[in-house]
């Protein structure tokens, strides 16, 4: 794809740009800065971009279009999303909600499900022929710091230094980089959740039958309730040609304190009965695990110090209620290299010299969103009947509304009230209902 070996010695030691790390972060700030001229670097741990990397996964055309435009006519993609679903899970049966439109079906499309494997690399190669030097198999151990001011970085090669005015930190969840650098204190598992994901192959035929879409189309599925087992977090199953993406995530300091382990929880997902017909003969291609900084407004670090920026997940700009993490990558990707592009122009790639960034990340639909969900979690964490209880309750009501016998229909009303007021009184019920509305509002 381009990329040279580490011992090329043609390389120069000294970069405007050093990016660590190809995921959507990095890439999107290493063509933007390569577009304006700039000697970019971009290291990748990886056998090549992607290989490591593991997502739902639904990339959206907006923010990628930004970067490659028209990108959807030559991206590996897999399906255009026509549908998103959402199921409320009980043990044994579903309150499913949901919404199509013929407009997701018309071009511009606005998400489709991918492969990180494919996508990544496909992207990175995009970023090379801007001129950006990909290194693969690298991994970058340290941050140099001089006089207060990153300078570069380290490598697990041998005299593998480089350096460069600015070092753009796209590690992933539980950067290194930042971490290095002492910009995150301590990533608490209250903070990240893990999420497995398994793809698992169908065929096309199955697929387009059994979740009732067209050749090209797809749908996506989040599943709550009993699908995380009483934990905070969602299932979900996305569609590809070939094969569904099934995968759960939970926060990891309640599946230590609940004694869950990640094959248990994606086990108990796919043998859920609402769930297993849809399986039903396919088999599984690739199993995953990766973690997601779900920690959300509260627990962004400090993302800009003097000669380095933090970008995506390593910056923990991930929207967990509305399953966005890549858009918010490329985009915070795109706008840290704007203000790079800007800093070199002025020659001060100090916190000031780059405060462009912070300032396009405030004005934006990232800072606006995660501030918007700033006391989701800690909520949902206090009222963890929005998990157990309250699907369950749905579910109860919708059974006893659904099931056609000889009680008349306001009767059937006042005993589902009843039921559910024997679980949990009413004025409790309201002010959950009420405190839960004022948080994601
Ligand atoms: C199971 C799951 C499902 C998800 N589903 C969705 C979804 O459907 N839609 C969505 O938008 N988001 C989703 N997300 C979130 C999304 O994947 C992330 O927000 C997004 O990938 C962040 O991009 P990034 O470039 O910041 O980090 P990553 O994608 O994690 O990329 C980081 C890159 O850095 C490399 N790297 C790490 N450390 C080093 C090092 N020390 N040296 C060199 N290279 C290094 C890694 O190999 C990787 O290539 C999901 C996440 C998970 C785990």
Same mark, same amino acid.
């Given at each position: 794809m381009g990329d040279k070996p580490y011992?090329?010695?043609?390389?120069?030691?000294?970069?405007?740009v050093i990016v660590v790390g190809a995921g959507p972060a990095g890439t999107a700030a290493a063509i933007t800065c390569a577009k304006a001229g700039l000697n970019v670097i971009m290291i990748e &741990?990886? %056998?090549?971009?992607?290989?490591?990397n593991v997502m739902g996964g639904i990339l959206y055309r907006y923010p990628t279009e930004k970067i490659v435009p028209e990108f959807y006519k030559e991206a590996p993609l897999e399906r255009h999303i026509t549908e998103e679903r959402v199921w409320l899970l009980s043990k044994d049966s579903a309150v499913k909600m949901g919404f199509k439109s013929t407009k997701f079906d018309?071009?511009?499309?606005?998400c489709f499900s991918v492969f990180r494997s494919h996508f990544d690399k496909w992207f990175a190669g995009k970023a090379v022929e801007e001129g950006v030097t990909l290194i693969n198999?690298?991994?970058?151990?340290d941050v140099i710091i001089q006089d207060g001011k990153v300078v570069g970085v380290k490598t697990n &090669?041998? %005299?593998g230094e480089l350096y460069a005015d600015v070092v753009v930190a796209?590690?992933?969840?539980?950067?290194l980089m930042a971490s290095s650098a002492g910009l995150h204190p301590e990533v608490r598992s209250e903070t990240l959740a893990l999420a497995v994901k398994e793809v698992y192959h169908l065929g096309r035929e199955k697929i387009e039958d059994r979740f009732n879409i067209d050749s090209d189309g797809g749908v996506t599925i989040e599943l709550l309730g009993d699908a995380t087992q009483g934990m905070m977090g969602t299932a979900f199953i996305y569609t590809n040609k070939t094969t569904v993406s099934i995968g759960v995530g939970a926060f990891l300091s309640q599946m230590i304190k609940n004694k869950i382990s990640a094959y248990d929880l994606i086990e108990s997902v796919k043998t859920h009965p609402i769930v297993r017909p849809l399986l039903e003969g396919g088999e599984t291609k690739e199993y995953l695990a990766h973690m997601i900084p779900e920690g959300g407004f509260r627990a962004?670090?400090?993302?800009?110090m003097d000669g380095m920026v933090l970008v995506g997940d390593a910056a923990m700009l991930v929207n967990s209620l509305h399953r966005e993490g890549s858009n918010l990558a490329m985009t915070s990707g795109r706008f840290a290299a704007e203000a790079i592009i800007q800093a070199k122009e002025n020659d001060d790639f100090s916190v000031k010299g780059l405060s462009l960034y912070k300032t396009l990340m405030e004005d934006s639909f990232i800072i606006k969103d995660l501030k918007k969900y700033k006391n989701a979690d800690k909520f949902f964490e206090d009222h963890m009947q929005f998990f157990t209880l309250y699907p369950q309750l749905a579910n109860d009501a919708a059974l006893e509304f659904f099931t056609v016998d000889d009680v008349p229909k306001r009767e059937k009303q006042k005993h589902i009230w009843r039921g559910i007021t024997e679980k949990i009184p009413s004025w409790k019920l309201i002010m959950d209902l009420f405190h839960g509305w004022r948080v994601v509002k």
């Open positions: 011992s090329d010695k043609s390389y120069s030691d000294k970069y405007d &741990r990886g %056998e090549h971009p992607g290989s490591k018309e071009e511009p499309h606005n198999e690298t991994l970058v151990e &090669r041998e %005299e796209a590690d992933g969840a539980n950067s962004i670090p400090q993302y800009i």
